[in-house]
């Protein structure tokens, strides 16, 4: 049952996913797609504009989903938002 749960959330696109694919600038980092679910569950009118990406369908099911892969991708979301590690170098 919790492997059908989760191809389901899987085929229609976790919410961190798809705020990881949107990379709207001036969108949310940290825990984007906790952030993305919140939203859609209390009702929020605009997530395309606020996150650059659709809520889920079933925002409720993606929730748990969403929170633990938000909560293992932390220290990345940190560094992008801090701004460290995303300049490149032009020589040796």
Request: glycine share 14%.
């Amino acid at each position: 049952m919790v492997g059908l749960v989760l191809l389901a959330l899987l085929g229609s696109g976790c919410a961190s996913v798809r705020t990881l694919d949107a990379a709207k600038p001036g969108a949310p980092v940290i825990y984007a797609g906790t952030r993305l679910d919140w939203y859609a569950l209390n009702g929020g009118c605009c997530p395309l504009e606020r996150f650059g990406a659709e809520a889920p369908r079933h925002a409720a099911l993606d929730l748990p989903a969403s929170a633990l892969l938000d909560t293992l991708l932390l220290p990345f979301a940190l560094a992008v938002e801090l701004g460290v590690g995303l300049g490149v170098s032009g020589g040796y």
